[in-house]
C-alpha cells in the first residue's frame, strides 16, 4: 500500500519537476529548496514520507542528465571544476580501499552520496555555464533560507514548546545550524555598508543569528567556533577594519555568551570542574560525570574525545597500517536513516561510528582524511590569493570567505556532521564561484 502510494505521488510531483526545471536557473533553486526544506517537512512536519528526502537525489541526477551526459555522449569531454584533479584524485584514492575489501558496489555508492555527493554537484555546476548574474541571485536565495533560520526557530520555541536540540529551524540539528549562523554572519557584515539592504535590517539579523538558536538550541560550539572564524576572515585586515563596527559586533558576541551562560548556568570556557579521568564508555552518560552546571559540557566534551580513542583503539591513527591509510573502504560503515532510530552509544564501534570525523577516518582511513584537509587547504589558498585580484565586491567577499568556511567545515567535524545536505551543500557552492575567477587557468 505505501508502495503504490508513493508510486502514485511520484508520477503526480513528476510533470511539476519538469515545469520547474525547463529553465536551469530553476532547477538550481529548486535543488536549493531542497536541500533547507525537504527534511524538515518529511522528518518534523511529517507532511510526506522520508522517502522523498531522495527527491535531492533526483533533481541532481535531472542535472546531471541535462548537463553532463550530452557532454560525455557528444563530445567525450567535459569542464573540470576549480581544483578538478584534486577531486578526482582524492575520489580515487578514497574508492582504493572500498576495492580492497570488496565492499558492495551499493554500499560504495551510499559512502560516495554521504561524504562527497554535492562534489558531484560542484562538477555538474562547471558544466551548466550558469552566468555570473544567475550565481548572484542563487546567493541570494541562500541567504534568504539562512535568514529564516531564527525566526523558524523562534516559533519552535515559543509556540511549539521544544527546548534544546530540538531548536533547529528547518536544518534538523542545532550543530549545523550554528556552523551555517556562523557563515551567514560573515555574508551579512561583507554587506553593511553595500547601500543593497538596510544596515539596521543587517544588525538585526545578526543579532538573531547569534542568540536564537546558540543560546535556545544549547549550541555551545558557536561560541567556541565564531571568534577563531572571525580572526580568520578578518585577520589580515583588522586594521582597516571601522572600530565602531569591530565594537558592535563585539558587543553583539559578548551579550550573546553571556545570555547563554546565564540561561543555562554553565561557564563555557572553565573546564577546571570536569574530571578527565572519568572518561569512560558508558551508555546514555555520554563518557563521564561531572558536578551540576558544568555536566552538559563535560557529556559533550567526552563524547567527542571518546570517539578520537576509540579511533586510536582501533590502529585508525598508526596502529595497523592498512586501516591507517585507507580505513576500511568508503562505504563500510554508513548509518542511514533507519539505523539511527535504534542506535545505541554504548561501544567504542558506536562512538566511532556516531561522530562526523571518527567515521569519515573510518571509511577512508588517516591518510584520506589528510588528502581531503590539504584539498581544501589548496582551495582556501587559492581563494585567498583571488580575493586581492578580483574586483567584483561580491567574489571578493566570497573567496575570502572560503578560507574561514573551509576551516569550520575540517573543525566542525569534532562537533557535528557537515557532510549533511545543508552545510555541503553550502560549502561546494560557495567553492562554485571560483568557476568565474578570471585567471582560473592557474588552478
Known amino acids: 500500500m505505501n508502495i503504490a502510494f508513493i508510486f502514485a505521488l511520484l508520477i503526480l510531483i513528476f510533470p511539476i519537476f519538469v515545469l520547474l526545471i525547463k529553465e536551469k536557473d530553476n ?10 526544506l525537504i527534511s524538515w517537512i518529511a522528518d518534523e512536519l511529517l507532511l510526506i514520507p522520508h522517502f522523498f528526502t531522495w527527491s535531492i537525489e533526483a533533481i541532481i541526477l535531472i542535472l546531471f542528465i541535462n548537463f553532463i551526459l550530452p557532454k560525455i555522449v557528444f563530445f567525450r569531454k567535459i569542464e573540470l571544476p576549480p581544483f578538478g584533479k584534486h577531486i578526482l584524485f582524492l575520489l580515487i584514492y578514497t574508492l582504493i580501499g572500498s576495492f580492497i575489501y570488496f565492499i558492495n558496489l551499493s554500499d560504495i555508492l551510499l ?5 562527497f555527493k554535492y562534489i558531484f554537484l560542484l562538477i555538474i555546476f562547471s558544466n551548466a555555464n550558469f552566468s555570473k548574474q544567475s550565481y548572484k541571485k542563487f546567493f541570494k536565495y541562500w541567504l534568504y533560507f539562512m535568514s529564516i533560520q531564527p525566526f523558524i526557530a523562534s516559533f519552535q520555541y515559543f509556540i511549539l514548546g521544544h527546548t534544546d536540540d530540538l531548536i533547529y529551524g528547518t536544518l534538523l540539528s542545532t550543530g549545523i545550524a550554528a556552523v551555517l549562523l556562523i557563515i551567514f554572519i560573515l555574508c551579512l557584515i561583507d554587506l553593511i555598508n553595500r547601500e543593497k539592504v538596510n544596515n539596521y535590517i543587517l544588525y538585526f539579523l545578526i543579532f538573531l543569528s547569534m542568540t536564537i538558536i546558540p543560546i535556545l538550541g544549547e549550541a555551545k560550539a558557536f561560541f567556541y567556533f565564531l571568534p577563531f572564524v572571525f580572526i580568520i576572515r578578518y585577520g589580515p ?4 577594519i571601522s572600530y565602531k563596527n569591530i565594537l558592535k559586533f563585539s558587543f553583539s558576541f559578548f551579550l550573546a555568551l553571556y545570555l547563554f551562560q546565564s540561561f543555562y548556568n554553565v561557564n563555557l570556557f572553565n573546564i577546571g570542574e570536569i574530571n578527565t579521568s572519568d572518561f569512560l564508555f558508558a551508555q546514555n552518560k555520554g563518557g563521564i560525570e561531572a558536578f ?4 552538559t559540557l563535560a557529556v559533550s566534551l567526552s563524547e567527542r574525545f571518546l570517539s578520537i580513542t576509540s579511533l586510536y583503539d582501533a590502529g585508525f591513527l598508526g596502529g595497523d597500517l592498512k586501516r591507517f591509510f585507507i580505513g576500511d573502504g568508503i562505504g563500510s560503515h554508513i548509518l542511514n536513516y533507519d539505523s539511527t532510530e535504534s542506535f545505541s552509544l554504548n561501544t567504542k564501534e558506536s562512538f566511532i561510528q556516531k561522530f562526523s570525523l571518527s567515521n569519515f577516518i573510518q571509511n577512508i582511513g588517516f591518510i584520506g582524511f589528510l588528502f581531503f584537509c590539504l584539498l581544501l587547504f589548496r582551495i582556501s589558498y587559492f581563494s585567498y590569493k583571488a580575493s586581492f585580484n578580483v574586483d567584483d565586491k561580491f ?3 566570497i573567496y575570502s570567505i572560503i578560507p574561514a568556511f573551509s576551516f569550520l567545515f575540517i573543525i566542525s567535524m569534532f562537533y557535528t556532521n557537515p557532510f549533511e545536505d545543508s552545510i555541503s551543500f553550502s560549502f561546494w557552492f560557495f567553492i562554485s564561484s571560483l568557476i568565474y575567477y578570471p585567471k582560473i587557468n592557474e588552478l
Open 27 to 36: 532547477a538550481f533553486l529548486l535543488l536549493m529548496s531542497l536541500v533547507f
Open 111 to 115: 559512502g560516495l552520496r554521504a561524504f
Open 237 to 240: 585586515n583588522i586594521l582597516k
Open 292 to 295: 551540576d552546571s558544568q555536566q
Open 395 to 397: 567574489f571578493k567577499s
